[in-house]
């Protein structure tokens, strides 16, 4: 995987669904991106999806975190406002991956933030970030957003 990629990190925040963790891992990992944060997993979500990321994790020399909150993923990647990726409903920003593309080149991170919740972000996360979504008619959910995005990045 190209230098570049590098500081690209995706972060699944606020999931309790072990299939939203694992699937979006796999598309994480399976599209060749090294960096997999999840926040805030709760249930069988953290029960049960965590340790199978975390095994996949393994068997593909990348790297997993499993961290408490999105706060804390701003503080230990020491970045300011984090690409908040939301329902297409929430925002009418979309996302731009040519301009993504293009901050690739800088040595800053790119943390892309899905929630693994049906809910979305709480306005107090939307807060916390920038907030852009998908040119889609409805929520296609985390793995398959992070999938069209990391897809984009890729070309």
Avoid: W
């Avoid at 925040?13 to 399976?30: C, L, R």
């Avoid at 329902?87 to 800088?106: F, M, Y």
């Avoid at 996360?125 to 959910?141: F, P, Q, R, V």
């Amino acid at each position: 995987m190209n230098d570049v990629f590098d500081n690209v990190f995706i972060v699944l925040h606020n999931t309790h669904a072990v299939s939203k963790v694992i699937d979006t891992a796999q598309v994480v990992y399976g599209l060749g991106f090294d960096n997999f944060i999840i926040s805030k997993a709760e249930g069988s979500a953290a029960q049960t999806g965590v340790p199978e990321a975390n095994k996949l994790a393994m068997k593909m020399n990348r790297r997993f975190m499993v961290l408490p909150d999105l706060k804390d993923v701003i503080e230990l990647l020491d970045i300011e406002k984090p690409l908040l990726i939301t329902s297409p409903v929430l925002t009418k920003e979309r996302i731009d991956l040519n301009s993504l593309k293009s901050s690739l080149n800088s040595k800053d991170r790119l943390v892309l933030v899905v929630s693994g919740s049906n809910s979305s972000f709480s306005r107090k996360e939307m807060d916390l970030g920038e907030c852009t979504s998908l040119d889609a008619k409805i929520d296609i959910g985390p793995s398959g957003t992070i999938a069209v995005i990391l897809y984009g990045l890729l070309e």
